[in-house]
């Protein structure tokens, strides 16, 4: 659990970074590298601050960290999808709650270095008055990818040994099922494993040659593959303790000297996922989102959001926009009664989310963490919840010597979680009005 409070001078650097590694089961075992990843994060992101680099710089970069650890669901060592391929989805989301995502995007390494590129392209406007997208997907956005700079690697690159070892595990299964239960829709009748085999060694490159047009080069470059691949795991399965089971979106706030905040977020989706499928991580309010400073507010209060959980349940309750808004304007569950950030946070879980006709109704269950902060001109304050059995988080403000770290875990005793089902937590970072806070 973090600290409450953490003292701060009046006319400190307000520079904070704040990072999730998903919410989910995060087995014991593997909970140092969990961490660990979380830290570097932090570290690499309060870096770039304490250089000048604008709180976007900062989210961005947390995110590339996490990226590239193949214990994360993100980047390298994605869960594949049913065809093998990593497709992955990205955001970021500036302190006026602009937007750049990537959704279902394949053979890019950081994607959330793509959909940095395209929240820098908004602002340029385009010839005949065109408005610029804010949004791409797939093909289309492999090729803005390349149409920027950026490599274009082949399908194989983003797979993970254990990855792929765990892909034809579980393809294996769901032919087997499908055998049984005569769900024809996923699987060719004839497919065989071996041949599933050679598809995942050979298709994709095959494929990543016709995606797109002949402009697309590839190009390797090293990634470190020293980690354990996370992959998410149907709840109906026993969990070896061993084994994570990490449910979807990392994401990643962070808060510049000027006051200004932002957010971002990155996922490579739920295991053996239908091509295409764009997650949470992709969308604006759903995976992330950024509540700007209103120019008549005194306290120049400014929220932001990121979640992770079950995607489609996400996306029908607008998670990060609900969130968003119980700590900016805290309420009971109703929204009636004025509370405490913390009960607001737990109050978005239990009715907003777990309470929507959508999921109530679901064969899917409803899981979910979120980590928001909410800057105001007296501090700025960390809150996060969640449902999952674990939450991997970490955080950093600019006069710390290194990030703190938890791995927040769900208690079975009811009572003691302090609601059903639910851990929270937070920590604050006070500081006079003297100091500034003003975003530019």
Not at 111 to 122: E, G
Not at 259 to 283: D, E, F, Q, T, W
């Amino acid at each position: 659990m973090f600290s409450r409070r953490s003292g701060r001078k009046g006319d400190a650097d307000m520079s904070c970074v704040f990072v999730h590694a998903g919410a989910g089961y995060h087995s014991k075992e593997n909970e140092r590298n969990h961490l660990q990843a979380c830290s570097d994060a932090c570290k690499s992101a309060m870096l770039i601050l304490k250089n000048g680099g604008s709180a976007v710089d900062a989210a961005e970069m947390a995110i590339k960290v996490l990226e590239d650890r193949e214990i994360t669901n993100a980047g390298y060592g994605s869960n594949p999808n049913i065809d093998g391929v990593v497709e992955c989805d990205a955001i970021v989301v500036d302190h006026l709650g602009r937007s750049g995502a990537v959704g279902a995007v394949a053979q890019i390494k950081n994607p959330v270095s793509l959909a940095r590129v395209l929240l820098d392209c908004t602002s340029q406007p385009l010839s005949l008055r065109r408005v610029p997208p804010n949004l791409l997907v797939g093909e289309g956005a492999t090729n803005f990818a390349h149409d920027h700079g950026i490599p274009i690697l082949p399908y194989s690159y983003l797979v993970s040994p254990s990855a792929k070892q765990r892909w034809q595990k579980w393809r294996a299964e769901l032919m087997r099922a499908e055998r049984i239960d005569g769900d024809s829709w996923i699987f060719r009748p004839s497919a065989s494993l071996a041949e599933v085999e050679r598809e995942l060694d050979m298709e994709p490159l095959e494929q990543s040659r016709r995606a797109g047009d002949t402009r697309q080069a590839f190009t390797r470059s090293s990634i470190d593959v020293t980690e354990t691949s996370s992959f998410s795991r149907d709840e109906e399965h026993t969990i070896p303790d061993r084994e994570d089971h990490i449910t979807d979106t990392i994401g990643a706030i962070a808060v510049d000297r000027h006051g200004n905040i932002a957010c971002a977020a990155s996922s490579g989706g739920i295991s053996m996922k239908h091509r295409g499928r764009v997650g949470p991580a992709a969308l604006i309010g759903v995976g992330a989102f950024v509540i700007p400073v209103n120019t008549n507010d005194p306290d120049r209060t400014s929220v932001a959001a990121v979640t992770s959980g079950t995607g489609e349940h996400m996306a029908t309750t607008f998670a990060a926009h609900a969130a968003a808004q119980r700590i900016y304007h805290p309420r009971r569950p109703r929204n009636v009664q004025p509370c405490d950030e913390p009960e607001a946070l737990q109050a978005f879980i239990t009715s907003d989310f777990l309470g929507h006709p959508s999921v109530r109704h679901s064969h899917s269950a409803g899981a979910i963490g979120a980590l928001v902060v909410k800057k105001t001109l007296d501090g700025i304050w960390l809150y996060f919840a969640h449902n999952t059995d674990s939450f991997a988080l970490a955080s950093m403000h600019g006069e710390e010597p290194r990030p703190v770290c938890t791995m927040s875990r769900k208690s079975n005793d009811r009572a003691a979680s302090g609601n059903a089902g639910l851990a929270h937590g937070g920590r604050g970072m006070r500081f006079g009005r003297s100091s500034g806070g003003r975003t530019r």
